[in-house]
Each structure stands twice: as C-alpha cells, then as structure tokens.
C-alpha cells in the first residue's frame, strides 16, 4: 500500500502544519496550561471530560507516555506499535475489544501541533475512546471486534496510522471511524464519504437508531479540501474508512465556505474562523473550550455504531 510520492507529499504538508502552528503560536501571549499530575487524572474520575486532561498542555511525548501509563494502571492489554523512519518516529497502541473476526476500528490520534495544549484536537477523542472502553468491556457484541488504535504523528501526515495500516491486516475491517474535533457542538458530521458502501449504510442507521436525523442532527459530507484524518492512510486501500467529527449545527452555513472553499475563504475568516476551527491548532485549544454534551453525543453514537455493525 506504499505510495512514495503520495507519501512524499504527505511529509512536505506534515512539515508545513507542523511549523507554521509552531511560528504562530510562538506569537500567542496566552498563559501555558499547566497539566495536572499524571497519577492524580488516572485515580480520578473516568469520563472523557476528565481523561481528556491525560493529554492537554503536555509534550507529544508526554502524551503519548500518557496513553500508554493509564491503560497500564487500568490493566488494559494492549500492543505496542512503535516505528521510525526520515519522516518522523513514535509509538501506536491497539487494544482488542471482543473476539470476533470483523473488525471495527476507532482511531484517536494522540499528538498535538507545536504550541497548543491539543484539548479538541484531539486529547478530547482519546477520552471518548479510553471511556468506549471501559463500557464495551464486558458487551461487545459476539461476531465482532472493536479495536481501538491511538496513533502518534497525525498531524506529520498521518504518519503514525500510515505506519500501521501497512503492516496490518485489512481485510478483516468491516469499517474505520477516526475521531477529529469531537469535543465542541452538537451536530456529528460524518466526512470523505464519497461513494456509499454497507459501512456508511450502517453508521447512517446506527444514528438514525438512537433518534439523530440526518441533515439535522447529523450530516454526511464527501471529500474535504485541505483538513484530513488518520482514515486517509486506509481509505487508498479500499477499506470504507471516515472521519467523525462534531459541529455546532449554529455555524454550519459558515464552516461550509470555510471548508469546502478554503482558497476563498482564507481572507475572510483570517480573523475569526467559525467553531470548532477558532481554536483549531491554536493555543487556545484548552479544555475550558470542550463541552460535556458533545463528548457524550460522540460516546452515544459510537456504541450505536458498535451495535449496528455487529
């Protein structure tokens, strides 16, 4: 599934995202979160609000040392992915829900960009999952397996699930969610949905299922211009593989030019860009932004999605 030159254009905007978030937020007078103890937010309570906290406001490797400490302490078995090559190094971690042989797999991205505490992107996301986990524990559905894939080095061209997608097998994926911006809004928006595929088909009645409309309370887009996620490294292979995102439904018409017209729109939203992206890859991604109804609505839909898939 190695593409060099796909691969070489990945590393070169990886190099441009990196860097630029770093001069721009070098510039940002915000005060630096200072993170709690590590020990104090794993004995503490366990909801994605809460767990979110493993990550905000410390290093990529702190954080990614941080995953992998709690689900020690928590006693969770899980593997141990590390790579290294010239475009960058780190560590994924998978834990394996259930027995069966179709596999879901729910991605989080542990990194952050240079200079903001990362709580939306994507700190938030690896809370909701590392919550998925606990509750899925003892009912995954016979027949399936949920496998929950943390991965390092998102924000270098998704390099961490990139690493991993080629060594895995792929032909035992019923399906791939990654998790992006999940934790502002109250619309989910599923997204790179370009042709309709039995996965798509069953995320779409999984929402439908818990009382979600579509076009209302949740939408499904096609391509996006310009924003990506860790599903992209599966997609090229022909797994049916998306973003999930949440929104607030009191932007959308906004973050549609912003989105899909991001050549156009850069002048205008140069000042202000519309939730969840005013914060995005900025110091000011803190977790006093995140909102407990959008967690929950992103935790809600998930465990509708295990449901329906099985």
């Known amino acids: 599934m190695s593409n060099p030159v796909r691969d070489a254009v990945l590393f070169l905007r990886g190099q441009i995202n990196t860097r630029l978030s770093q001069a721009?937020?070098?510039r940002d007078r915000t005060p630096r979160i200072v993170p709690p103890p590590l020990a104090e937010v794993i004995g503490g309570e366990r909801s994605p609000m809460a767990l979110s906290r493993l990550l905000e406001g410390r290093s990529n490797a702190e954080r990614e040392a941080a995953v992998a400490s709690y689900l020690e302490a928590r006693g969770v078995p899980f593997a141990r992915h590390p790579f290294e090559s010239s475009e960058g190094s780190g560590e994924n971690f998978t834990?394996?829900?259930?027995?069966?042989?179709?596999?879901?797999?729910?991605?989080?991205?542990?990194d952050a960009v240079p200079g903001s505490p990362g709580a939306n992107d994507n700190a938030a996301a690896v809370g909701i999952l590392l919550t998925l986990l606990e509750r899925l524990a003892a009912s995954v559905p016979p027949g399936l397996r949920v496998r929950l894939l943390f991965t390092a080095a998102e924000e270098r061209g998704y390099l961490g699930a990139r690493k991993y997608a080629r060594g895995a097998n792929l032909a035992?994926?019923?399906?791939?969610?990654?998790?992006?911006?999940?934790g502002i809004g109250d619309t989910l928006a599923v997204w790179d949905a370009v042709d309709q595929t039995p996965f798509l088909g069953r995320?779409?009645?999984?929402?439908?299922?818990?009382g979600l409309r579509r076009d209302e309370s949740y939408h499904v887009a096609g391509r996006i211009p310009l924003f990506g996620s860790d599903h992209r490294a599966f997609a090229p292979a022909g797994v049916p593989a998306y973003a999930l995102t949440v929104v607030p439904a009191a932007q959308a018409d906004a973050l549609r030019q912003f989105i899909?017209?991001?050549?156009?729109s850069a002048f205008r939203f140069l000042v202000k860009r519309p939730a969840p992206f005013d914060t995005y890859h900025t110091a000011r991604d803190r977790g006093c932004t995140l909102e407990s109804a959008a967690l929950a609505l992103t935790l809600r839909a998930l465990e509708a999605v295990v449901a329906e898939v099985a």
Not at 95 to 110: C, D, P, Q, T
């Open 260 to 264: 899909f017209n991001p050549a156009r």
């Open 95 to 110: 834990v394996e829900i259930g027995s069966g042989r179709r596999v879901l797999l729910l991605i989080a991205h542990h």
């Open 172 to 182: 035992e994926l019923a399906g791939v969610l990654s998790l992006e911006l999940c």
């Open 203 to 210: 995320v779409r009645a999984a929402f439908d299922g818990i």
């Open 24 to 26: 721009l937020n070098a």
